[in-house]
């Protein structure tokens, strides 16, 4: 079972939301805290992982500091999802990486750009600076096999550790009930791509103004431009393993209007919630959290950047050096995944499946849920 010093600390404050209720219709997490009688560590990874962050509650709260009580709900959520996201790290041993998240994803970039360099110099040489036409020009860069096996290895590691945590992790907050029910499912998937919780009862969150919809819009866009992304890489590698077409594809083709869209998405997105991150009121932020953010957040702008640079430079001379960039984002984004703000989804996801479970149950009186 996860152990959370913020344990006492979020049982406490909980205990005088549960007495106000001021704020039950904001988001699931005040419903879900009036549940539980007592807050222990599976249920703090719960709700503090239902909770979207839209930080309204601290914005209505008669009770923040200088209030004798100090509720500041936001930053222990916050607080307690950067301890989850450790605790939970498979393996364990590189948790490490929770406690300097922007260092380590620098570090992962920067080895990544450098062994690929060393690569591209012994295999290419002199040829990855010179223009490259044609199908097949960028296995004149770098080999398939080197494009193909090394992202696809770094995404297992990363899938399996994924899994494992996320095992963990509905385990304990489980604590033995079966929640993940077919209706339960279907509830949290609407919730989870409508977005609902990142409304803030409908005003919208609490940034630098009060029912700001900007966050909410930023992160539907990164949200839709990664699926278009992934969507560009199947559709590549179905015209070339199916259809033997070799890229670069012509800028009309499915993988590049799909990839383009999608790397604009990403890049508005991720720098939207930059700044509104860093406009926002610092009193309902954690430190740790905010770390997370933004190594997440420009690593993923890196990639977007990079990556439409390639796009556009792909027929010229700085094509080999972008290749390397835009790869050594994306190996960063793959090395860093289990154990940076990138796995929040999956917690969250699960988190917003025990509360449908949850919801469901107390509506139809079955006291055992």
Known sequence: MLELDLTRELDRQLSVCNACRYCEGFCAVFGAAQLHSAIGSGEVAYLANLCHDCRMCYDACMFTPPHEYALNIPAVMAEARAQTYAAYAKPALLATLFRMPRRAAALSVAASVVLLAVGVALYAGPQALRPQLGPGSFYRILPYIALLTGPLALAVFGLVSVLQSARSYARDIGDGVRFATAASLLIAFHDAFSLV?????????????????????????????FLADFAATISAALLQDVFVQLPPYPLWSVPVVLGTGGGFAIGVGAAGLIAVKRRSDKRALSQQMVALDYAFLSLLLLAAITGLALLAFRSSGAMGTLLILHLGAVAGLFITAPYGKFVHFVYRFIALIKNAHEQRAAKAGDPSS
Not at 199 to 215: F, H, V, W
């Open 197 to 225: 919780y990142l409304k803030g009862g409908g005003a919208g969150c609490y940034d630098e103004n009060r029912g700001s919809g900007r966050r909410r819009f930023f992160h539907g866009l990164v949200f839709w431009g």
